[in-house]
């Protein structure tokens, strides 16, 4: 226990890699917010469907709500404040504070919005389990180097980066497993089923492209190996931080596949975020956007 102890302490995991992170998950919910009708997206403009009124009111909403910044102020006013955390966060200065707005700012989110997607649902979750490792950053500014030395924070942190890791490994394998027991996956057509799909898939000059592939056997080799992908990125949590980065490329190529199919592009920005977190050990990320400085 004392070995781990001290190996936890030496870690140190406050690198610009967390900057990286969270400047992709509020770009997210930035895109999110411009990008829609926000009176729709909170429902205001229609009010008849079932369960809203519940949802945004103060009293029967719970204790949840009195924490909700759209309830504790005017809604537009309200977007004005998680706007400019936001971008404040996307700055990166005093992140023991900005990682609390931040959290803050995408529990609101979550919590008063009608319509959200896996993009901002992921957003929200990263942001809580980041707390633990903000809070204890001594940094000014997360874009600054890497913190090096032996810090009883870094227990915390390191802590906290594996309850991420193990929420990313969980995320693959339920998107695997999910999937073994609908029938167009178990015959290895889903590839072809959801991409040609008059409503969700591509558009219509990818989606004859894409036929060149699915019309053929091919498509149930591409259908169940997404599938065995995806278990292999679970099965990432056990790899040593070297083999883990290797799979950094392949994951990010796997989700822009399926973004340029589905239009899913904050999803693919929350996961672009969660897999530097996940497979990103060794601030490949960091090398990669600043050169060959290691800290």
Not at 28 to 37: D, K, M, P, V, Y
Not at 136 to 151: A, F, H, L, Q, S
Request: charged share 15%; proline share 3%.
């Amino acid at each position: 226990m004392e070995r781990i102890i001290d190996y936890f302490k030496n870690k140190s995991i406050h690198s610009p890699r967390l900057a990286i992170v969270r400047f992709l998950l509020s770009l997210g919910l930035l895109l999110t917010i411009f990008s829609n009708n926000m009176d729709v997206f909170v429902n205001h403009n229609y009010t008849r469907v079932m369960g809203y009124m519940i949802r945004h009111d103060r009293v029967r909403g719970g204790f949840l709500n009195k924490l909700d910044l759209f309830i504790l102020m005017e809604p537009h006013k309200a977007m004005v404040v998680v706007v400019a955390i936001l971008v404040v966060t996307m700055i990166g200065f005093f992140p023991k504070i900005t990682g609390l707005l931040n959290f803050w700012a995408c529990f609101s989110i979550h919590n008063y919005f009608i319509i959200n997607n896996g993009g901002d649902d992921l957003a929200y979750n990263l942001s809580l389990l980041l707390l633990p490792i903000c809070l204890t950053d001594p940094r000014i500014n997360t874009w600054t180097r890497k913190v090096e030395g032996p810090r009883r924070g870094n227990i915390i942190a390191n802590i906290a980066m594996i309850a991420i890791q193990f929420q990313a490994a969980f995320l693959y394998f339920d998107a695997s497993y999910s999937k073994w027991f609908h029938r167009q996956w178990s015959e290895g057509t889903a590839v072809y089923y959801y991409t040609s799909n008059f409503r969700l898939g591509a558009v219509d000059w990818l989606k004859h492209i894409n036929e060149w592939l699915t019309l053929t056997p091919m498509v149930k080799v591409i259908s169940w190996g997404a599938l065995a992908f995806e278990l292999l990125l679970c099965a990432c949590f056990f790899f040593p931080p070297r083999i883990k980065r290797k799979f950094i490329i392949p994951a990010l190529f796997f989700h822009f596949i399926i973004v340029i199919n589905f239009g899913l592009i904050t999803f693919f920005i929350s996961i672009l975020a969660m897999v530097l977190l996940y497979l990103d050990d060794e601030d490949y990320s960091v090398r990669l956007l600043f050169g060959k400085r290691k800290d």
